[in-house]
Each structure stands twice: as C-alpha cells, then as structure tokens.
C-alpha cells in the first residue's frame, strides 16, 4: 500500500516513537516498560533544570539578572529546544534543535565552571551538574550521529 505525504510522515514519526519509547520486558511473570533512549535523555534534562533552578536559588541577590538569570535560561533552553525539535517530526528540523540544544548545553557548562569559580557552587553541586551536562552532551552527540 503506497501511503501518501502527510500519512507516511505520521507512520515514520509514530514508529519512531514506539521503537525509542516502548520497549517492553517481561520479569516474574509481568510487563513493565523500560526506559527508551529520548525517555532517558529528556529526564536527564529535565533533571539538569531542576538541578540547576534549585543551586540558582542560593546564589548572591546581585547576580538575580545576571548569572542567575543566563544559567537558567540557557540550561532551560537545552531541553526546550530538544523537546522542540522531536516534536516537528523532520529530520533536518530535528537536527537543527538538536544543534541549538548542544550550544545551550556547552553556555551551560561553561557557566558550571564560572560559577564555580566566583564561589557560588559548592564542591558537590559543581560535580554533579558538570557529571549530568557530560552525560546529556554524549546524548546529545550520539544521536546526531546517528542522523
């Protein structure tokens, strides 16, 4: 059956969906769904974000409109971005955001450093932040790719 534009699109992007998103495992007896590839990343990211809105929070009155302000735009622009792309169902338009994503990722991660050399991030958010833009950015990378 020959499909045509918009029908072949939808089928391309559902199936996908379904081979990042569900995939299924039997153990003792039941199905449980396991985490997919974009399912992994995208709570990455959003774990990053929170991460970094929580760290944020502590840092000096003065830097509100300043570091404060870019850190969080620029950390929130990377999973927005992603999440953007996935959605337009194009490849290239996907690779694109993908791009923008991994330049919001490495502003962020130069603000980790900066951050923490103005002594605004302790030790242990310092490492954790740059462990988790480390882990996103080969994400990243590997699904580009993979394009």
Known sequence: MLLDGWRKRFWHVALRWTTCHEQWTMDNGQFYMEEGYHQKLG?????????????????????????????????????????????????????????????????????????????????SDYNRLLKQANEISAMLLGTLRNM
């Open 43 to 123: 709570r990455l990211m959003d774990e990053y974000v929170h991460g970094v809105y929580s760290v944020t929070k502590k840092f000096p009155r003065e830097e509100l409109y300043g570091t404060t302000s870019q850190f969080r735009r620029a950390t929130l622009s990377v999973v927005l971005n992603y999440i953007e792309g996935y959605s337009r169902g194009r490849e290239k338009v996907y690779k694109n955001f993908l791009e923008i994503s991994l330049g919001s990722l490495k502003e962020s991660r130069y603000l980790i450093g900066f951050c923490f050399k103005e002594g605004y991030l302790e030790n």
